[in-house]
T-cell receptor
Framework: AQSVTQLGSHVSVSEGALVLLRCNYS??????LFWYVQYPNQGLQLLLK??????LVKGINGFEAEFKKSETSFHLTKPSAHMSDAAEYFC????????????FGTGTKLQVIP | DAGVIQSPRHEVTEMGQEVTLRCKPI?????LFWYRQTMMRGLELLIY????????DSGMPEDRFSAKMPNASFSTLKIQPSEPRDSAVYFC???????????????FGSGTRLTVV
C-alpha cells in the first residue's frame, strides 16, 4: 500500500530564509508524487508533480522538489521564503498504472516570520 | 475555465436532516473525487469516479453516505441522515487520465464547509 510521511506538522522560517519541507513515500511501484498547497478557506492547489521525466521538478511560486529513489524522499524547497508562502503543504503519492487514487500526507503548516 | 465548482460553500443543518453537496468538474476531466477534511483525520478519499462510474467507494463511511455522477459535468454527495460527526470540509476534485493512463494531478474545488448541529 502506498503512503507518505511528512516530517513536522509545523515549520517556521524567517522571511528570506530557505524553506525545506520533508516528505518520504512508500510505494511498491515507481510512483507519481505531488506537492499541493492549501491557503486558508481554500481548496488544495497543485504546486508540482513528479512523473519520472526528471528527478528535479520545478513548480509554481519558486518551489521545487527532488525525487531521490535511494532515500524514498521528495522534499520541497524554496530558496527564499516570502510572507505569501504561509500555508499548509501536502505531499501526495499515486502508484502508477493509471489508477487515479492519491494518498495525501498529513500536511505541514508553514509559518513565515517577518 | 472556471475550475471545479462546488455548492454550497457553507451548509449548517440540524442532526437528522438530509444534506446534498454538489460538484461540477472541469470540462474534459474524466476522473472525479470526493474528499473529506477534518483536523483529526486529515484528507480522506470518500469515492472516486472514472467516466461517471464509481471505481472505489471504500472510503464512504457508512450507508448514510451516497454519491452519484449522472453525467460528466455533475456529481452529488448526499448524507442522510446527517450527524454532528459529519461536520467537516468536503472537497470535490477532478483530473484527466484514468485507468491505464497517467496521473496529471487534481484540481480541487473550494470546498463545502458542513456543520451539523
Amino acid at each position: 500500500a502506498q503512503s507518505v510521511t511528512q516530517l513536522g506538522s509545523h515549520v517556521s522560517v524567517s522571511e528570506g530564509a530557505l524553506v525545506l519541507l520533508r516528505c518520504n513515500y512508500s510505494s511498491s511501484v515507481p510512483p507519481y508524487l505531488f506537492w499541493y498547497v492549501q491557503y486558508p478557506n481554500q481548496g488544495l492547489q497543485l504546486l508540482l508533480k513528479y512523473t519520472s521525466a526528471a528527478t528535479l521538478v520545478k513548480g509554481i511560486n519558486g518551489f521545487e522538489a527532488e525525487f531521490k529513489k535511494s532515500e524514498t524522499s521528495f522534499h520541497l524547497t524554496k530558496p527564499s521564503a516570502h510572507m505569501s508562502d504561509a500555508a499548509e503543504y501536502f505531499c501526495a503519492v499515486c502508484e502508477g498504472g493509471g489508477y487515479q487514487k492519491v494518498t495525501f500526507g498529513t500536511g505541514t503548516k508553514l509559518q513565515v516570520i517577518p | 475555465d472556471a475550475g471545479v465548482i462546488q455548492s454550497p460553500r457553507h451548509e449548517v443543518t440540524e442532526m437528522g436532516q438530509e444534506v446534498t453537496l454538489r460538484c461540477k468538474p472541469i470540462s474534459g476531466h474524466n476522473s472525479l473525487f470526493w474528499y473529506r477534511q477534518t483536523m483529526m483525520r486529515g484528507l480522506e478519499l470518500l469515492i472516486y469516479f472514472n467516466n461517471n462510474v464509481p471505481i472505489d467507494d471504500s472510503g464512504m463511511p457508512e450507508d448514510r453516505f451516497s454519491a452519484k455522477m449522472p453525467n460528466a459535468s455533475f456529481s452529488t454527495l448526499k448524507i442522510q441522515p446527517s450527524e454532528p460527526r459529519d461536520s467537516a470540509v468536503y472537497f470535490c476534485a477532478s483530473s484527466l487520465g484514468g485507468l491505464g493512463q497517467g496521473n496529471y494531478g487534481y484540481t480541487f474545488g473550494s470546498g463545502t464547509r458542513l456543520t451539523v448541529v
